[in-house]
């Protein structure tokens, strides 16, 4: 009978000891908001990979990825305390810091702007920004495209009397018609879409990237609060590994068909031979170089994007970039 009970009460404190293990397993799991800059595509496959491969998880981490747009401002999110990281361009974080911002880089996504401008090679050759010359080009008012487009005429010593320059719109149809002769673009989401559309009248299209003349604006980085990465530098650790590993492998070509499995799940509109040129595109904009870590942050082309914006008056002045630039586990150029 004492052997029975001894048996009972041993049962019952292995079945509580279970339970225990469970909720504090459970209760591990640190929460995270994580705002995108753009929404569920080809632009943003890594975190989509690293959210379907369960990544996150396994670094003990509940990841809420909240899908960006026009009218989304990760930066503004977290001084608010709405997101605990984010996706910016390098325009957006240093107007931000220049305001004093405490948002700070902790990796930089894209080796390579992926704004570049499309043309049709039978009507012009642009081997040098001087080939601008005398063109009518498309630039977003106001936008990063028109900022990097003037640095590149200025660069070639033209003037406004030597280009036209074109308000565009999300209206392509000026480009269409052969108004226009260069037309800016999202070289891994609008291009392959343009591309296959004109293909199939017969028309052929090439790309303008200004990074091959020496222009490098910085895209997209991954974000968070200054005292996000001082107070929880662990909890920094664990998201960023996981991300970056999530676009190591989104990014490995042998991933392939899974990984246009994700695409088509939440971009069920774009056909899959479009998304399997745009993550080819993605992949040598994000890794250029297959030596080069992904998420590596790229000192002198920050250094050059804030002199572009200083220079175009767009900042009022220049900051200390290594207060901002603060790389986690990844290298910098």
Same mark, same amino acid.
């Given at each position: 009978?004492?052997?029975?009970?001894?048996?009972? =009460?041993?049962?019952? !404190?292995?079945?509580?000891?279970? +339970?225990?293990?469970?909720?504090?397993?459970?209760?591990?799991? &640190?929460?995270?908001?994580?705002?995108?800059?753009?929404?569920?595509?080809?632009?943003?496959?890594?975190?989509?990979?690293?959210?379907?491969?369960?990544?996150?998880?396994?670094?003990?981490?509940?990841?809420?990825?909240?899908?960006?747009?026009?009218?989304?401002?990760?930066?503004?999110?977290?001084?608010?305390?709405?997101?605990?990281?984010?996706?910016?361009?390098?325009?957006?974080? !240093?107007? %931000?810091?220049?305001?004093?911002?405490?948002?700070?880089?902790?990796?930089?996504?894209?080796?390579?702007?992926?704004?570049?401008?499309?043309?049709?090679?039978?009507?012009?050759?642009?081997? $040098?920004?001087? &080939?601008?010359?005398?063109?009518?080009?498309?630039?977003?008012?106001?936008?990063?495209?028109?900022? =990097?487009?003037?640095?590149?005429? %200025? @660069?070639?010593?033209?003037? @406004?009397?030597?280009?036209?320059?074109? $308000?565009?719109?999300?209206?392509?149809?000026?480009?269409?018609?052969?108004?226009?002769? !260069?037309?800016?673009?999202?070289?891994?989401?609008?291009?392959?879409?343009?591309?296959?559309?004109?293909?199939?009248?017969?028309?052929?299209? +090439?790309?303008?990237?200004?990074?091959?003349?020496?222009?490098?604006?910085?895209?997209? $980085?991954?974000?968070?609060?200054?005292?996000?990465?001082?107070?929880?530098?662990?909890?920094?650790?664990?998201?960023? @590994?996981?991300?970056? $590993? *999530?676009?190591?492998?989104?990014?490995?070509?042998?991933?392939?068909?899974?990984?246009?499995? =994700?695409?088509?799940?939440?971009?069920?509109?774009?056909?899959?031979?479009?998304?399997?040129?745009?993550?080819?595109?993605?992949?040598?904009?994000?890794?250029?170089?297959?030596?080069?870590?992904?998420?590596?942050? &790229?000192?002198?082309?920050?250094?050059?994007?804030?002199? =572009?914006?200083?220079?175009?008056?767009?900042?009022?002045?220049?900051?200390?970039?290594?207060?901002?630039?603060?790389?986690? *586990?990844? +290298?910098?150029?």
């Amino acid at each position: 009978m004492k052997n029975t009970a001894q048996r009972c =009460i041993q049962a019952v !404190l292995l079945l509580l000891m279970t +339970t225990l293990l469970v909720t504090n397993t459970a209760s591990a799991s &640190d929460t995270v908001r994580y705002r995108l800059k753009w929404l569920r595509n080809a632009s943003v496959v890594g975190d989509l990979y690293a959210e379907a491969g369960h990544l996150f998880e396994k670094a003990g981490l509940d990841v809420e990825i909240k899908p960006g747009g026009p009218e989304r401002d990760a930066i503004r999110e977290l001084e608010l305390g709405h997101a605990d990281f984010g996706v910016a361009s390098a325009d957006q974080v !240093l107007r %931000a810091r220049v305001k004093g911002s405490p948002v700070v880089v902790i990796a930089q996504l894209f080796q390579v702007n992926p704004l570049q401008w499309m043309y049709r090679p039978e009507n012009m050759k642009i081997n $040098s920004p001087a &080939d601008l010359k005398g063109k009518d080009i498309g630039v977003t008012f106001g936008g990063n495209d028109e900022t =990097i487009m003037r640095t590149l005429l %200025a @660069e070639a010593g033209l003037g @406004e009397s030597d280009i036209k320059l074109f $308000s565009v719109r999300y209206d392509y149809t000026p480009f269409y018609r052969r108004k226009i002769q !260069l037309w800016p673009v999202y070289r891994n989401a609008q291009g392959p879409i343009i591309t296959a559309q004109l293909n199939k009248v017969g028309e052929q299209i +090439t790309f303008f990237n200004p990074a091959d003349f020496g222009v490098k604006f910085v895209a997209n $980085s991954v974000v968070t609060h200054s005292r996000t990465l001082t107070e929880k530098p662990d909890l920094v650790r664990r998201f960023l @590994e996981a991300l970056l $590993s *999530g676009w190591q492998q989104a990014l490995d070509p042998k991933n392939e068909n899974e990984v246009l499995a =994700i695409l088509q799940k939440y971009d069920p509109d774009t056909p899959p031979p479009i998304q399997k040129e745009q993550l080819k595109i993605t992949r040598e904009l994000v890794q250029p170089q297959p030596s080069q870590a992904i998420g590596t942050i &790229d000192k002198d082309a920050w250094a050059q994007t804030q002199q =572009i914006m200083f220079k175009q008056k767009l900042l009022p002045q220049q900051i200390d970039l290594k207060e901002i630039l603060k790389p986690v *586990g990844t +290298t910098t150029n």
